[in-house]
């Protein structure tokens, strides 16, 4: 079976249960960011092994024009 889960960003309680749920089904999880402004970078999970990863590239108009991940 296929699954896509749409979310926010990859923090870690929800990679483990993405990691645990892509052992028993085809399963892609779309994040809308790397990461939020208020969390530090670095509590962050990002080496993925049971499922795929993708990642939106938001655009924000504010930003001088450029492609950004939604962070500061």
């Not at 999970?45 to 655009?59: G, T």
Request: hydrophobic share 40%; aromatic share 16%; charged share 30%.
């Amino acid at each position: 079976m296929k699954v896509l889960f749409l979310t926010n960003i990859p923090s870690p309680y929800r990679v483990d249960f993405f990691e645990e749920l892509g052992k028993y089904v085809d399963l892609t999880v779309l994040f809308e960011r790397l990461h939020a402004k208020d969390r530090e970078r670095d509590w962050h999970k990002l080496a993925f092994k049971n499922f795929r990863a993708d990642f939106l590239i938001c655009w924000r108009s504010h930003a001088g024009g450029k492609l950004s991940d939604g962070g500061p």
